[in-house]
């Protein structure tokens, strides 16, 4: 190994949506100050992992794109231990989630803005940074323009990440929006964009459905902002990193877990996720003095939240089996030479089925009355109650799903069923459809503590999911919805058995199934919370300085504030091109305009 140290203007640590745009940013800034950007996984470059089709199956079949996290024992889900895939390797998450873009509620982004004192979080603004990240296709079959119909200047057309619907839709999908009229659930007819908003170019409460990240018949990640990466950035693969340097509470640089050394000239921003980076953090140094004592790691800042505050939207589901060509899945699914067609089609030219089967995905968000009038609504702090009545926050999602998961979860050698059919067995006749509703503005919180001082081990994460009150009445009464969706005479008609939840309930029998079946979206976010300048408690600034270390940053989901209502890639990417924008701004290192 070479004795030499390498020094690079800036390090940053994770090449997930929010290192890798970050990464990007700064590199083909106009002074080209040199960017290292170290990611602990592979290079991920098998284009068999990016077939729209398997968007839903390659988290789970690719064991080196994952770094295989469950949780610690949920005590009060019957000591289940929950599914906590994250990526790994460039790209990050966006290598191997379902590759849904929804951005949230706008209110949610005036609320984070209060939080943390920064209009740059404001909706106004957000919603023109999110431009610069995209090029959005618009493009919907022309039968489906009554329940989608995206206006092209609500969105960027110049942006890194392309974005698309699958063309043709699947049979079924314009079920769902008809089924959400039919139950009084209601649709979004407006721009496509997933975002409750009082601004009518965007999409109000009801059932939508986002654009999908691929195009062309490829799945678009964050690895797409290295393409093509200019000189002065360089990406190191297969490099886990074991701690950040400090000298006198100064970030210098970082130290892999191979022994070698990178200087940072200017900062280290850790990019590594809401799991890694507090464990990173506590490795370094960094964290609350109790937990570090336990590993005998030197404290030499202490911060007791970091690893605390984790939030993350937890769900439960129900399918419903249908009569036989109802959709087309199963019979796909089941013909082998059907199957090898598709795959040599995609092969030869990135054309076909794939780039349909399974690739769209209709969500719904939803306000409640049963919620709004619970005495656990009544228990909340008079400020949360005042956020959850605003006109744009739902309080639950409600997705379709048109693809069973077989096999989700391996605890141990043991294999437990699919979530969303329970015990049934599908068989090669049926048709089906899955329907999932997840907890939005959640309560609970957890942590993310370590196992030891060896970088290698896996943290101990506790997500405590659905532990808080609030929590278990939201997804009480959004699997009520969820039933009452699945029941609607579109689907009834056609509809064989409900299977995977009951069909009714008490709160406590739908508690004990949701209890037992319950899932992560895999939204962990804010174990390094941002915070206004000052505030004792936040481990950034809005500037997304860690508090009390100079030159080092963290800019990834672990610092945010707040879950928004909407599933995360979206504010992953947010956050990097934020922290670009600022750092550009700070460091004077473009001439164009400034946030």
Same mark, same amino acid.
């Given at each position: 190994m070479s004795s030499t140290i390498e020094e690079y203007d800036f390090i940053i640590v994770g090449a997930g949506a929010s290192g890798a745009t970050l990464a990007s940013s700064l590199a083909r800034s106009a002074h080209r100050p040199s960017v290292l950007i170290l990611e602990a996984g592979g290079g991920n470059k098998d284009g068999q992992n990016i077939v729209p089709a398997d968007r839903f199956t390659v988290a789970f079949s690719q064991p080196s794109l994952n770094w295989g996290y469950k949780t610690a024992p949920q005590k009060h889900l019957k000591g289940q231990q929950i599914d906590y895939s994250r990526g790994k390797g460039l790209g990050g998450s966006t290598a191997i989630n379902f590759s849904c873009w929804i951005v949230g509620a706008d209110e949610d982004y005036d609320e984070w803005a209060r939080k943390v004192g920064d209009t740059d979080w404001e909706w106004k603004s957000v919603k023109e940074r999110m431009k610069r990240i995209e090029t959005y296709h618009i493009e919907v079959p022309e039968e489906h323009r009554k329940f989608i /119909?995206?206006?092209?200047?609500?969105?960027? =057309?110049?942006?890194p990440l392309h974005l698309s619907y699958a063309d043709p839709w699947e049979k079924g999908i314009a079920e769902v929006f008809i089924a959400a009229g039919e139950t009084g659930l209601g649709t979004s007819? /407006?721009?496509?964009?997933?975002?409750?908003? =009082?601004?009518?170019?965007?999409?109000?409460?009801g059932m939508g459905m986002g654009a999908s990240c691929m195009y062309k018949g490829t799945r678009t990640t964050a690895s797409d902002f290295l393409e093509n990466a200019p000189s002065n950035l360089t990406i190191k693969t297969d490099t886990p990193i074991a701690k950040v340097l400090l000298s006198s509470r100064i970030a210098t640089g970082v130290k892999t877990i191979d022994g070698h050394t990178y200087r940072a000239k200017k900062e280290v921003i850790l990019s590594a996720g809401a799991l890694n980076t507090p464990q990173i953090l506590m490795l370094s140094g960094i964290g609350?003095?109790?937990?570090?004592?336990?590993h005998n790691i030197p404290l030499l800042h202490e911060m007791n939240d970091v690893g605390k505050n984790m939030q993350d939207h937890a769900f439960c589901g129900a399918s419903i089996i249908t009569k036989p060509g109802t959709e087309g899945r199963m019979a796909y699914e089941t013909d082998p030479e059907a199957v090898k067609a598709a795959r040599a089609q995609h092969g030869k030219d990135k054309t076909g089925l794939l780039n349909s089967v399974y690739c769209s995905t209709p969500m719904g968000y939803f306000k409640n009355d049963a919620v709004v009038k619970s005495k656990e609504f009544a228990a909340l702090d008079k400020q949360t109650q005042e956020h959850l009545k605003k006109p744009t926050i739902p309080h639950f999602e409600i997705a379709t799903i048109l693809k069973i998961v077989q096999d989700v979860i391996l605890i141990g050698e043991k294999h437990l069923p699919p979530l969303y059919i329970g015990s049934y067995e599908l068989q090669p006749t049926d048709s089906y459809l899955c329907a999932l509703n997840f907890i939005m503005n959640p309560q609970s919180t957890g942590t993310v503590t370590l196992n030891s001082a060896n970088p290698s081990d896996a943290p101990i994460i506790d997500p405590r999911l659905a532990s808080h009150p609030y929590d278990r009445r939201v997804l009480i009464e959004g699997y009520r919805e969820l039933v009452r969706l699945l029941k609607a005479p579109v689907f009834e008609k056609d509809t064989v058995r409900m299977v995977g939840g009951p069909e009714a309930g008490t709160d406590e029998e739908i508690w004990e199934y949701c209890s037992t079946t319950i899932g992560s979206s895999w939204h962990m976010c804010s174990t390094v919370r941002m915070g206004k300048r000052g505030d004792e408690k936040a481990c950034v600034d809005p500037d997304f300085k860690l508090n009390g270390v100079k030159n080092l940053r963290v800019v990834d989901l672990s610092v945010i504030p707040l879950l928004p209502n909407n599933h995360t890639q979206s504010t992953a990417y947010l956050v990097g091109q934020t922290a670009a924008e600022k750092l550009i701004a700070e460091y004077g290192l473009d001439n164009r305009s400034k946030l």
């Open positions: /119909n995206a206006k092209q200047e609500d969105h960027g =057309t110049n942006g007819v /407006n721009n496509g964009n997933p975002i409750g908003s =009082t601004d009518p170019s965007v999409l109000t409460i609350p003095a109790d937990e570090l004592a336990k």
